[in-house]
T-cell receptor
Framework: NAGVMQNPRHLVRRRGQEARLRCSPM?????VYWYRQLPEEGLKFMVY????????ESGMPKERFSAEFPKEGPSILRIQQVVRGDSAAYFCASSSQGTDTQYFGPGTRLTVL | KQEVTQIPAALSVPEGENLVLNCSFT??????LQWFRQDPGKGLTSLLLIQSSQREQTSGRLNASLDKSSGRSTLYIAASQPGDSATYLCAVRPSGGSYIPTFGRGTSLIVHP
């Protein structure tokens, strides 16, 4: 039973480019959460999605960031026109229900040059 | 707004010592508290989860306690080993409808052979 999968594991972008981060939840899980971990800081919640719905995006910046979890395929976190301050580790977690334990993926480390 | 603090921020000990890592939180209206381990460049591994009605959980050499009224949890590691070296994160999930956890910044542990 594969765990939460994220790709790419490492992503390098130049300022102004777009970054697309993918998350495949554990089999049977329909709830996905995205978190960001900045250097020397704790994990910060960004967005919570169920299939085809955004449930809570209170932690996501209003501009340049978007997330989706389509009926088929992985969840995508998209960052447009990246800036150096977007450099961080982005973690995805999934659960079978909103109240259940979240299982974390290995993360995508984004570096913006 | 929930705030989670972990003390100490870093800890370096010789192999074999018994350790106590501390986590404090400001809002006692919690659903559960979870301890994670994060290895450098890796994702999060769940160690122990304590529901709000519980006082402690044990797994092998690990024991986590929860005192909701005082807003504290401790993670006790017995007979530490070099393989225990990692960052330990505490996460508190609120009760009352939102299931988004608040993470502490972690305790970075190094166990010398």
């Amino acid at each position: 039973n594969a765990g939460v999968m994220q790709n790419p594991r490492h992503l390098v972008r130049r300022r102004g480019q777009e970054a697309r981060l993918r998350c495949s939840p554990m089999k049977g899980h329909s709830h996905v959460y995205w978190y960001r971990q900045l250097p020397e800081e704790g994990l910060k919640f960004m967005v919570y999605l169920q299939k085809e719905n955004i449930i809570d995006e209170s932690g996501m910046p209003k501009e340049r960031f978007s997330a989706e979890f389509p009926k088929e395929g992985p969840s995508i976190l998209r960052i447009q026109q990246v800036v150096r301050g977007d450099s961080a580790a982005y973690f995805c977690a999934s659960s079978s229900q909103g109240t259940d334990t979240q299982y974390f993926g290995p993360g995508t480390r984004l570096t913006v040059l | 707004k929930q705030e989670v603090t972990q003390i100490p921020a870093a800890l370096s000990v010789p192999e074999g010592e018994n350790l106590v890592l501390n986590c404090s939180f400001t809002d006692s209206a919690i659903y559960n508290l979870q301890w994670f381990r994060q290895d450098p460049g890796k994702g999060l591994t769940s160690l122990l989860l304590i529901q709000s009605s519980q006082r402690e959980q044990t797994s092998g050499r690990l024991n986590a306690s929860l005192d909701k009224s005082s807003g504290r949890s401790t993670l006790y590691i017995a007979a530490s080993q070099p393989g225990d070296s990692a960052t330990y994160l505490c996460a508190v999930r609120p009760s009352g409808g939102s299931y988004i956890p608040t993470f502490g910044r972690g305790t970075s542990l190094i166990v010398h052979p």
